[in-house]
């Protein structure tokens, strides 16, 4: 293969399916080359191979599977599972790593690839550079086995059983009998799965966008518009909502009012319940640079130190290690329980939240109290190329006159999106309006530079 530009983003590759990169061609390089580099001297690895009802996935699944046996790796398939059941079983079946196929929440026609270490945690950047080099370097010249050398693929038919009963475990098999749930599962992962598990722990269910059919995978659903189950909720009088994306790593709650609770305030909610049970280790957490002013002010207020990375999950996970805490998470709602679990995981969360509120004998609106959220304005400015933003003279004055003038009172965050072709443009502040134009301005600067 030709040598290509830098594969991994921020959650490992990920493009417009059928389009390179992310192509069935890429795909079966791509298994030859983690078979290769993930065996670690095995004779026989196993992978394991899961996917979200995406179109796509399919396709990238055979010829990743294909790559993978091709180089004398077994390939365990357990079909449509959330990331987080991946990360989950690749631990459980002591597979030598786990992939996903998934672009978690992107619309049906992108897709992506990611891979576990069979410890369940994401890849470390080297790791990951060292599957890319083996990629670019030539993937026909590894080792082709023959006869009984070659892999096999093998089918796991109870992944989702075996998965959901982890997810009552981590709770001790909690009885939500009474509580009435609405759970929208954004046309993917989780479709077959949320109903399940709430319900046989007794909870009354009302599951919403749970037919997917490959093309509907986050369409105006899910946590992306958390907004469209509150009137539901409402109606049908159900204690709480549940949002998932497109493949089940993460959350957003929605209260008995129809109110939006996003990933900042559950990890409040959280840390500040398991520090007065005593169980929040070294009375830390982590969160990336994207969570509210609101969080860092209520948790200083609430004596737990917070400790901040940049945007990714993984750097969340590396970061909870390095400080021994077991609490971190992004606003957007990927939350790690590091106690139960090495990945974000939108339903353990949910029970994380049904328990707390159990426990607390109190409505899942008494989340939103836990902290005060400042106005917060998100544009997402679309470029055609991702040159330094510190080499950009014009675009880091107006990021200082911001700064400047917003002082104590606010701050402002330019980065890359590091899953799509995109400038984020994220600032907070005491009031909307004027937040709303220093925001355009700098929007504006970077669609005439970049």
Do not use: W
Not at 98 to 103: F, L, M, N, P, Q
Not at 292 to 314: L, M, S
């Amino acid at each position: 293969m030709q040598k290509m530009r830098k594969l991994f983003g921020t959650d490992g590759i990920r493009g417009k399916a059928n389009v390179e990169p992310m192509t069935s061609e890429l795909a079966l390089h791509l298994g030859r080359a983690a078979a290769y580099i993930l065996h670690r001297g095995k004779d026989r690895p196993i992978i394991l191979i899961g996917k979200d009802p995406r179109i796509s996935s399919d396709m990238l699944e055979a010829a990743l599977s294909s790559g993978i046996t091709s180089a004398g790796a077994d390939c365990l398939k357990v079909g449509m599972l959330p990331t987080p059941g991946i990360s989950y079983l690749t631990r459980a079946l002591e597979a030598d790593a786990g992939i996903v196929i998934s672009a978690s929440h992107n619309p049906f026609d992108d897709n992506g690839i990611k891979f576990f270490g069979p410890d369940g945690f994401k890849l470390s950047d080297q790791t990951e550079e060292e599957i890319e080099n083996a990629l670019q370097t030539n993937t026909d010249s590894i080792i082709h086995p023959t006869g009984i050398y070659i892999g096999r693929m093998i089918e796991i038919t109870d992944a989702s059983s075996r998965y959901q009963k982890f997810l009552q475990q981590s709770v001790d098999d909690m009885d939500l009998s009474g509580m009435s749930i609405i759970a929208d599962c954004a046309h993917g992962a989780t479709s077959f799965i949320a109903t399940q598990l709430f319900s046989q722990m007794g909870a009354r269910v009302i599951t919403l966008n749970n037919e997917p059919d490959g093309t509907n995978i986050n369409l105006n659903c899910g946590s992306l518009y958390p907004e469209m189950i509150g009137e539901i909720i409402k109606e049908q009088r159900a204690d709480i909502g549940f949002c998932f994306d497109g493949d089940g790593d993460r959350i957003i709650v929605v209260d008995e009012n129809g109110q939006v609770i996003d990933g900042d305030f559950i990890i409040m909610a959280c840390a500040k319940h398991m520090k007065e049970t005593k169980r929040l280790k070294n009375d830390t957490v982590v969160v990336t640079i994207m969570s509210n002013i609101g969080f860092h002010i209520a948790c200083k207020e609430a004596g737990i130190t917070v400790r901040e990375t940049g945007v990714g999950d993984r750097y969340v996970s590396e970061e909870m290690i390095a400080s021994g805490s077991n609490l971190g998470g992004e606003q957007s709602g990927h939350i790690i329980f590091s106690d139960y679990h090495t990945s974000g995981d939108g339903m353990l969360t949910a029970l994380q939240v049904l328990k707390l509120l159990k426990e607390t004998k109190q409505p899942a609106s008494s989340l939103r109290k836990v902290m005060r959220k400042f106005p917060q304005v998100l544009l997402n400015v679309p470029v055609q190329a991702k040159p330094p933003l510190e080499d950009m003279p014009e675009i880091q004055k107006a990021i200082h006159d911001t700064a400047n003038i917003l002082k104590d009172s606010g701050r402002v965050l330019v980065r890359y999106s590091g899953t799509e072709m995109k400038c984020r443009v994220m600032i907070e502040g005491e009031d909307y309006e004027q937040i709303t134009e220093l925001a355009q301005k700098i929007a504006q600067k970077i669609e005439e530079k970049i």
